[in-house]
């Protein structure tokens, strides 16, 4: 598997501040103006009196956003289930969700070898990625909220009034709606004091138990619930605080500091990265498995055999608990990039000492591949099957029910 994982594709995710580049080229930008052709958004869903749902375009970013505001709207302001959030498929909704923008990006930028970096927060005074260079510089005395100097000064932010599309029957339909919004250290230092320190980050790590009931924003002695940022990182128990990942949303007062809209911000990548080594990193201190998720008792969607919302094609939340070298990834930090570090060089030198051979069963393998490709062909041709679609974009479901009819 470890082979497998090489040869194929692997990337390793970066501290930003190390590969700013990594975060603001032409490339990565061009996946907030380039329309997804794959995906369309809902804007209005199938009537009660079968009338058809309404969809739209919507570029590969903010097909993104819509994504985490569709799985996070509070029907009937707060009172729905949060799919993604306050619930014990938090971590592993995130990490496919990041995996899904790092693939998107490696295929809108044409480069395989792109990994999405990270914002090591820990112990940080200020946003240290809030300079023109990587996310943009905040002026106070600009009206513009993200410097002129940054790129990111021309973006729209989108799927921002929840309230207001609620009450007109709607979802986000993508538009455009003001410039995005950052402050970062001008919230209310009242319900979050300070961003997470390195004490923060091991008191989480220490903690043996994945989550307790009632796997939601009131559990006590949870590692997902304090890493989530609902629990006190010097004792375990719920607080009224905004702590570790949720600090971090609140500390940038704007359009990170709600939960719908925090995804226009490019820095909720590089916060999610991050938050997601610690993840990765209690995994590996815990052997943490599928198993570590409720089968059932916590809020809808957040169950292991839970499919995620709206995530298509369907994947389970128990396959979100797997390890990063699972997916393809890893971080350069943390206890298990050892691994990384001892395996990869050894791993590089023997494959360098034996690549005549992999060469060799490299044509070996292609040409039995095509062999089996012309064989597959030919018994498919036989069976009339005339469907040349790629798999990717396989309709899960059977034309007829497509309509919701
Ligand atoms: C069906 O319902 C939708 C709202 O759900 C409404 O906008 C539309 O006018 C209705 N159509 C008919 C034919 O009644
Ligand atoms: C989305 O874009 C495609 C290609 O430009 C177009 O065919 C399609 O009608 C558009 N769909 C919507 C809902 O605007
Ligand atoms: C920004 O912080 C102020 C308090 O300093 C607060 O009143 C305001 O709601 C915050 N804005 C956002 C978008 O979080
Ligand atoms: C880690 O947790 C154990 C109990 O599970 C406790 O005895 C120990 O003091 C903790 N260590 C730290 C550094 O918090
Ligand atoms: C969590 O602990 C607090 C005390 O810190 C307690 O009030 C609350 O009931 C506990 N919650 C659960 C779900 O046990
Ligand atoms: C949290 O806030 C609630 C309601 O404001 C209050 O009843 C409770 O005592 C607070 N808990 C703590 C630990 O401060």
Redesign the pocket.
């Known amino acids: 598997m470890l082979l497998q994982a090489v040869l194929l594709l692997f990337v390793v995710r970066r501290s930003a501040a190390q590969f700013p580049r990594q975060c603001t080229t032409a490339q990565s930008l061009l996946q907030k103006v380039t329309i997804n052709p794959t995906y369309c958004i809902l804007v209005t869903p199938p009537g009660p009196n079968g009338s058809l749902p309404v969809f739209a375009n919507a570029s590969y970013y903010d097909v993104f956003v819509w994504m985490h505001y569709f799985a996070s709207q509070r029907k009937d302001d707060s009172t729905g289930p949060d799919y993604a959030h306050e619930g014990a498929g938090f971590l592993p909704w995130h990490r496919l969700f990041l995996l899904a923008w790092e693939r998107t990006l490696q295929r809108v930028s044409g480069d395989l070898t792109l990994s999405l970096p990270y914002w090591d927060w820990r112990d940080a005074e200020n946003c240290q990625v809030c300079t023109d260079d990587l996310f943009g510089a905040y002026q106070l005395s600009e009206l513009g909220p993200v410097s002129s100097g940054s790129i990111f000064a021309a973006w729209q932010i989108t799927c921002t009034r929840d309230a207001e599309y609620a009450s007109q029957g709607m979802f986000c339909a993508g538009k455009g709606e003001g410039p995005l919004?950052r402050?970062p250290g001008?919230?209310?230092r009242f319900h979050s004091p300070q961003l997470p320190s390195s004490e923060d980050v091991n008191y989480c790590l220490n903690m043996s138990e994945y989550d307790v009931f009632p796997f939601d924003r009131h559990a006590n002695g949870s590692f997902r619930n304090l890493l989530e940022g609902f629990a006190d990182p010097q004792n375990g128990h719920t607080s009224n605080f905004s702590t570790m990942h949720n600090a971090v949303h609140?500390f940038m007062?704007?359009?990170m500091?709600?939960v719908g809209s925090s995804a226009n911000d490019p820095i909720f990548i590089v916060h999610h990265t991050f938050t997601d080594s610690i993840f990765e990193e209690w995994i590996f201190l815990h052997n943490a498995n599928e198993m570590d998720l409720p089968s059932q008792g916590a809020t809808v969607g957040h169950n292991r055999e839970d499919f995620m919302v709206p995530f298509f094609p369907l994947v389970r939340q128990a396959e979100g608990m797997l390890p990063a070298n699972t997916f393809g990834y890893s971080y350069d930090i943390g206890d298990n990039q050892l691994f990384w570090d001892i395996f990869f060089p050894s791993l590089l030198s023997s494959a360098q000492q034996a690549w005549p051979w992999i060469i060799c069963s490299f044509i070996i393998g292609a040409a039995i591949s095509l062999a089996v490709c012309g064989i597959v062909k030919r018994v498919f041709h036989k069976n009339g099957a005339k469907n040349n679609t790629p798999d990717e974009l396989q309709p899960l479901l059977p034309k007829k029910e497509q309509s919701y009819q």
């Open positions: 919004e402050r001008t919230h209310d609140i007062n704007g359009s500091s709600s």
